[in-house]
């Protein structure tokens, strides 16, 4: 059973202006590392995420080794490569200023991992859509990420890796699966614009086309690329 715990600065962002500021931080961050009050307060509302059968499948791995978090900006760096590299010309020369993490700068990452087996067998809700169990550690992650912002807290997701390699630096046993790793710490601005607008990687998809009335309607630009 949670406690109530810790009491949230009353300064804090309402639930719409953190959803409406929240923002993917690679370049932001201060250099200074989140204190462990607010990190913990983080930390909480993450693990107060709905759950299937409250099964509560997530882990929060807090990685603050300066030697750790340069071996793994190491392994993304030569994954932001492959990347780079496998894109056409046009794309390689937009995406070339597009910072894609802040794992080092963060000072923080905090894995979030998934543990399919718990809650047993049954877990109540699963039996039909196992896919509840990942469902809901992402929305600890959501929690995490809004709760975040909420506090003036940057957070990045990085997803240039490899599992195995994250898996192994981590020593995850092999039941238990990383899903993100996320940079946390205090930031100097959240962007008006997010980074992959402003650099014109890709726009916000508009509201209206994700809203369909009482049945599914195909559209024809779902899959055009928006520039």
């Known amino acids: 059973m949670l406690s109530e715990g810790p009491v949230v600065p009353t300064e804090c962002l309402s639930v719409y ?3 409406r500021l929240r923002r993917d931080v690679r370049a932001e961050f201060t250099g200074e590392v989140v204190d462990d009050a607010t990190l913990m307060r983080i930390l909480e509302a ?5 759950s299937v059968g409250n099964s509560m499948p997530w882990d929060f791995v807090v990685i603050r080794e300066a030697a ?3 071996k793994f ?3 993304v760096a030569d994954k932001r490569r492959e990347f780079h590299d496998s894109l056409p010309a046009d794309r390689s020369e937009t995406f070339n200023p597009i910072k894609i993490e802040g794992i080092v700068e963060s000072g923080t990452g905090i894995v979030v991992t998934h543990n399919q087996s718990r ?3 049954h877990v109540l809700g699963r039996a039909s859509v196992p896919e509840t169990g990942i469902y809901s ?3 600890a992650i959501q ?3 809004l709760a975040a912002t909420a506090e003036g807290v940057g957070v990045g997701w990085v997803s240039f890796y490899d599992e195995p390699v994250l898996a192994d630096l981590l020593d995850l046993p092999a039941h238990v699966k990383p899903v993100a790793w996320l940079c946390v710490g205090p930031v100097t601005e959240f962007q008006s614009v997010p980074d992959l607008e402003r650099f014109g990687w890709r726009n916000r998809r508009p509201l ?3 809203i369909h009335w009482g049945r599914f309607t195909d559209r024809s630009d779902d899959l055009i690329p928006r520039a």
């Open 17 to 19: 202006d953190a959803i």
């Open 46 to 50: 993450a693990h107060r995420a709905p």
């Open 68 to 70: 750790m978090l340069q």
């Open 73 to 75: 900006a190491d392994h």
């Open 119 to 121: 809650g047993g067998t």
């Open 137 to 139: 550690t992402i929305l």
């Open 143 to 145: 929690n995490l990420w």
């Open 208 to 210: 209206e086309d994700a």
